[in-house]
């Protein structure tokens, strides 16, 4: 049951822990009713589509992305669309 400790993680790894904590956001975004306008700028969608497609992005950037992904279920849609459209786009290049 214990699992190989020893193995360290790839970068595939990450991205997958990534994608999985960006769904998490997204899903909860989107289920939390907007019950109060978000309090920062809508960041640009570019922005949002290079996160879910796992472009370079500045961490400080991601982090704003991300916090603002919380509390923002207009972008939270919009993650959710460049998601579906990353997820078929992987199947395709398999
Ligand atoms: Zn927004």
Redesign the pocket.
């Known amino acids: 049951m214990a699992g190989t400790h020893m193995k360290s993680k790839t970068k595939a790894d990450y991205r997958e822990e990534k994608d999985r904590w960006l769904a998490e956001v997204v899903k909860k975004a989107v289920l939390s009713a907007p019950t109060s306008p978000?309090t920062?700028k809508?960041?640009d969608p570019a922005i949002i589509r290079d996160l879910v497609f796992h472009k370079p992005v500045a961490p400080e950037i991601t982090k704003d992305v991300a916090l603002?992904l919380t509390e923002?279920p207009?972008?939270a849609r919009i993650a959710l669309t460049y998601r579906e459209e990353y997820r078929e786009q992987k199947e395709n290049s398999v």
């Open positions: 978000c920062t809508c960041p603002h923002c207009d972008c």
